[in-house]
């Protein structure tokens, strides 16, 4: 396992910790029941976790984590989740969050630039879900040359991200137009673009659903091929608190092992619940838990490693695509002890 580095301006930044392995030492936490003598009696007090969006069914781990119990049996009088959309970074910066949400182009922007003491630890996506969402039979973007000459709808949060897609396919920006938007795919209904940055689980979903037939252009296939819904923290966090963030991370696993064998449950938690005030259609929620299941959490890696991991192949593929997005990364190992509570291994939905 490894930390990754980055070398951007001569600078020499920790960036990637190997999911859960390196830094806060955990390893072995796969799903369903991992147990951890060590958090029990423990009592770390309230954790403020940094959502990158909406309280949607994106969070069901989260959520179930926090319905069923599972961060107050490790030890917290709360997790406080906190909406988006963000990348996190500014709130973990400025200390008011202690855990965040992100992706790996956004977290290693902030580093490489500003020298930001941040730490991925985890992931929960192993396949990133960024995608360009356009209509079939309008902008119809299948492939990156298909980008050229079109309009293109980019949130302000997602500039990186985007220059990062452009720059792994040797397109200039200059080739295209970039619109800035909001979060509303409105505007690729309304024609006013012909492509809108989206998830594939999310915005992609919720067009299709209105009865319109939809292409996209998924990042993760197309270059960028980087981790997503990282959980990101601080050194000084790390440093002061590494027995609470792993009693965080052990019950982020049994948030995550239930929504991934019953994405239903944490669709409802997000539809009824911790996102009713936003009128969430739960058939497209329930659609996105189960895409999100079976597309991006579990893979083969996590059936063989447990949720949350980040093997070293998808550490190369991650560093990649960090250097597409202008963030020159290696990698060094780790010699971080570790901790290995029992577990059982991560099982693909039905």
């Known amino acids: 396992m490894s930390i ?10 920790a960036l990637l910790a190997a999911a859960a392995v390196t830094v806060i030492g955990l390893a072995g936490c796969a799903t369903a029941t991992p147990s951890d003598d060590s958090s029990e009696g423990a009592s770390y007090g309230e954790l403020n976790l940094q959502l990158s969006w909406i309280k949607n069914e994106e969070f069901s781990g989260e959520f179930l984590a926090d319905a069923n119990g599972y961060y107050k049996d490790a030890g917290f009088t709360a997790v406080n989740l ?9 709130e973990l910066l400025s200390g008011t969050a202690d855990v965040g949400l992100s992706d790996a182009i956004s977290v290693g922007t902030v580093v490489a630039n500003e020298d930001a003491p941040l730490k ?74 012909d492509g809108f940055m989206a ?57 995550w092992s239930d929504a991934v064998n019953d994405p239903a449950a944490g ?17 497209v929620s329930l659609s996105g838990a189960k895409a999100a299941a079976e597309l991006l959490i579990v893979s083969d890696d996590t059936v063989a490693n447990g949720l949350l991991t980040i093997t070293d192949d998808l550490q190369k593929e991650t560093i990649a695509s960090l250097k597409a997005a202008g963030i020159e990364t290696t990698a060094r190992s780790s010699s971080t002890s570790r901790f290995s509570p029992r577990s059982t291994r991560s099982t693909r939905s039905s």
């Open 4 to 13: 990754f580095h980055s070398t951007k301006a001569r600078r020499s930044v």
């Open 82 to 90: 906190t909406p988006g959309p963000s990348t996190s970074t500014a």
């Open 120 to 193: 991925i630890i985890g992931t929960t996506y192993q396949k990133n879900p960024f995608t360009i969402l356009s209509l079939a039979d309008k902008g119809n973007i299948l492939t990156p040359e298909d980008l050229i000459g079109k309009k293109i709808g980019v949130q302000d949060s997602n500039t990186s991200l985007f220059n990062a897609l452009l720059a792994s396919n040797d397109i200039d920006p200059s080739e295209l137009t970039i619109v800035p938007v909001q979060y509303d795919p409105s505007v690729l209904i309304n024609g006013d673009v």
């Open 199 to 255: 998830y594939l689980t999310n915005e992609s979903l919720t067009v299709a659903a209105q009865g319109y037939e939809v292409s996209n252009l998924p990042f993760a296939d197309n270059g960028l091929p980087f981790v997503a819904e990282t959980i990101t923290t601080t050194d000084q966090y790390i440093a002061d608190h590494r027995d609470a963030l792993k009693a965080f991370l052990v019950a982020e696993i049994k948030g």
């Open 267 to 283: 669709s409802k938690l997000a539809v009824e619940t911790y996102g009713k005030d936003l009128g969430l259609d739960p058939d």
